[in-house]
Protein backbone atom coordinates (compact mmCIF):
# COMPACT_ATOMS: atom_id res chain seq x y z
CA UNK A 1 0.00 0.00 0.00
CA UNK A 2 2.74 2.57 1.04
CA UNK A 3 4.76 4.24 -2.21
CA UNK A 4 7.27 6.77 -1.61
CA UNK A 5 8.59 9.03 0.93
CA UNK A 6 7.66 12.70 0.63
CA UNK A 7 9.35 15.20 0.47
CA UNK A 8 9.58 18.62 2.87
CA UNK A 9 7.41 20.99 1.64
CA UNK A 10 8.01 24.73 0.60
CA UNK A 11 8.82 26.75 3.99
CA UNK A 12 5.29 28.74 3.23
CA UNK A 13 3.03 25.70 3.79
CA UNK A 14 3.94 25.71 7.53
CA UNK A 15 2.31 28.56 8.34
CA UNK A 16 -0.59 27.42 5.56
CA UNK A 17 -1.12 24.62 8.32
CA UNK A 18 -0.89 26.86 10.93
CA UNK A 19 -3.55 29.52 9.32
CA UNK A 20 -5.82 26.82 8.58
CA UNK A 21 -5.58 26.00 12.51
CA UNK A 22 -6.63 29.66 13.39
CA UNK A 23 -9.39 29.60 10.82
CA UNK A 24 -10.64 26.27 12.07
CA UNK A 25 -10.69 25.08 8.87
CA UNK A 26 -9.55 21.42 10.44
CA UNK A 27 -12.15 18.77 11.23
CA UNK A 28 -10.92 15.89 12.91
CA UNK A 29 -12.87 12.44 11.76
CA UNK A 30 -11.23 9.71 13.68
CA UNK A 31 -7.49 9.23 14.92
CA UNK A 32 -5.86 8.65 11.71
CA UNK A 33 -8.41 11.28 9.27
CA UNK A 34 -9.38 14.53 9.35
CA UNK A 35 -10.78 16.74 6.79
CA UNK A 36 -9.46 20.24 5.91
CA UNK A 37 -10.89 22.76 4.36
CA UNK A 38 -9.23 25.24 1.55
CA UNK A 39 -8.71 29.27 2.64
CA UNK A 40 -11.78 30.41 -0.37
CA UNK A 41 -13.68 27.25 1.76
CA UNK A 42 -14.08 26.25 -2.02
CA UNK A 43 -12.44 22.80 -1.67
CA UNK A 44 -12.05 20.34 1.08
CA UNK A 45 -8.71 17.91 1.33
CA UNK A 46 -9.26 14.50 2.66
CA UNK A 47 -6.36 13.94 5.33
CA UNK A 48 -4.87 10.13 6.23
CA UNK A 49 -2.40 9.72 9.38
CA UNK A 50 -1.03 6.86 10.62
CA UNK A 51 1.90 7.43 12.93
CA UNK A 52 2.44 4.11 13.41
CA UNK A 53 3.76 3.08 9.91
CA UNK A 54 4.90 6.62 8.98
CA UNK A 55 2.40 6.91 6.59
CA UNK A 56 0.77 10.02 5.33
CA UNK A 57 -1.99 11.18 2.48
CA UNK A 58 -3.97 14.12 1.44
CA UNK A 59 -6.05 15.05 -1.32
CA UNK A 60 -4.69 18.28 -2.02
CA UNK A 61 -2.02 18.80 -4.83
CA UNK A 62 1.15 19.33 -2.88
CA UNK A 63 0.76 16.05 -1.70
CA UNK A 64 -0.34 13.83 -4.46
CA UNK A 65 1.47 15.81 -7.33
CA UNK A 66 4.22 17.25 -6.32
CA UNK A 67 5.29 14.49 -3.96
CA UNK A 68 5.70 16.31 -0.75
CA UNK A 69 3.90 16.48 2.67
CA UNK A 70 0.89 19.34 2.14
CA UNK A 71 -0.07 21.42 4.39
CA UNK A 72 -3.44 19.42 5.01
CA UNK A 73 -1.40 17.15 6.69
CA UNK A 74 0.78 19.34 8.38
CA UNK A 75 -2.23 20.80 9.98
CA UNK A 76 -3.29 17.43 11.71
CA UNK A 77 -0.10 16.59 12.98
CA UNK A 78 -0.12 20.41 14.51
CA UNK A 79 -3.29 19.11 15.92
CA UNK A 80 -2.14 15.49 16.70
CA UNK A 81 0.42 17.39 18.86
CA UNK A 82 3.50 15.40 17.02
CA UNK A 83 4.30 19.37 15.40
CA UNK A 84 4.68 22.17 17.30
CA UNK A 85 1.94 25.10 17.02
CA UNK A 86 3.44 28.91 17.46
CA UNK A 87 0.10 30.51 19.48
CA UNK A 88 0.86 33.90 18.56
CA UNK A 89 1.91 33.48 15.08
CA UNK A 90 -1.29 31.54 14.43
CA UNK A 91 -3.42 34.19 15.69
CA UNK A 92 -1.50 36.61 13.48
CA UNK A 93 -2.23 34.32 10.19
CA UNK A 94 -6.24 34.56 10.78
CA UNK A 95 -8.43 35.16 7.78
CA UNK A 96 -5.10 35.10 5.03
CA UNK A 97 -6.48 34.06 1.21
CA UNK A 98 -3.88 31.77 0.60
CA UNK A 99 -4.72 30.89 -2.48
CA UNK A 100 -5.38 34.02 -4.08
CA UNK A 101 -2.22 35.59 -2.44
CA UNK A 102 -0.02 32.25 -4.10
CA UNK A 103 -2.04 32.78 -7.45
CA UNK A 104 -1.52 36.73 -7.56
CA UNK A 105 2.29 36.09 -6.88
CA UNK A 106 2.97 33.26 -8.41
CA UNK A 107 5.86 32.84 -5.89
CA UNK A 108 5.37 31.51 -2.49
CA UNK A 109 8.75 33.56 -1.02
CA UNK A 110 7.04 36.75 -2.45
CA UNK A 111 3.66 35.42 -0.70
CA UNK A 112 5.56 35.15 2.78
CA UNK A 113 7.23 38.19 2.37
CA UNK A 114 3.85 39.99 1.72
CA UNK A 115 2.53 38.08 4.89
CA UNK A 116 5.06 39.10 6.97
CA UNK A 117 5.14 42.70 6.03
CA UNK A 118 0.96 42.86 6.46
CA UNK A 119 0.79 41.63 9.49
CA UNK A 120 4.42 43.00 11.64
CA UNK A 121 5.44 39.29 11.81
CA UNK A 122 9.05 38.92 13.46
CA UNK A 123 10.81 37.20 10.40
CA UNK A 124 13.48 35.56 12.76
CA UNK A 125 10.72 34.44 14.74
CA UNK A 126 8.70 33.31 11.58
CA UNK A 127 12.13 31.60 10.37
CA UNK A 128 12.98 29.52 13.42
CA UNK A 129 9.54 28.13 14.00
CA UNK A 130 9.71 27.37 10.36
CA UNK A 131 12.98 25.96 10.82
CA UNK A 132 11.74 24.00 13.75
CA UNK A 133 8.55 22.19 11.85
CA UNK A 134 10.36 21.36 8.89
CA UNK A 135 12.81 19.50 10.92
CA UNK A 136 10.84 17.57 13.03
CA UNK A 137 8.64 16.66 9.53
CA UNK A 138 12.51 15.55 8.29
CA UNK A 139 13.16 13.71 11.07
CA UNK A 140 9.17 12.03 10.59
CA UNK A 141 10.03 10.32 7.53
CA UNK A 142 6.90 9.85 6.07
CA UNK A 143 5.90 7.48 3.23
CA UNK A 144 2.41 8.41 0.96
CA UNK A 145 0.45 6.17 1.52
CA UNK A 146 -1.90 6.47 -1.17
CA UNK A 147 -5.37 6.07 0.39
CA UNK A 148 -6.75 8.48 -1.30
CA UNK A 149 -7.36 7.89 -5.64
CA UNK A 150 -9.00 11.28 -6.11
CA UNK A 151 -7.34 14.71 -6.23
CA UNK A 152 -9.21 17.91 -5.10
CA UNK A 153 -7.19 20.97 -7.26
CA UNK A 154 -5.70 23.52 -5.00
Known amino acids: MSSAYLRVPPRIKVLEA ?16 ALVKSSDGTRTYKVYVDVSR ?5 TDNGTVHRGYVGYPIISFLMVKKLLPINERLMQSLKGIPWRRLNEEYKSYAKVMEVIIK ?11 YIDQVLSMLRRMSLKRAQ ?5 VEE
Open 18 to 33: LGALADGRVEVINDKE
Open 54 to 58: REVDS
Open 118 to 128: DRGLNEDEVNK
Open 147 to 151: KYNEV
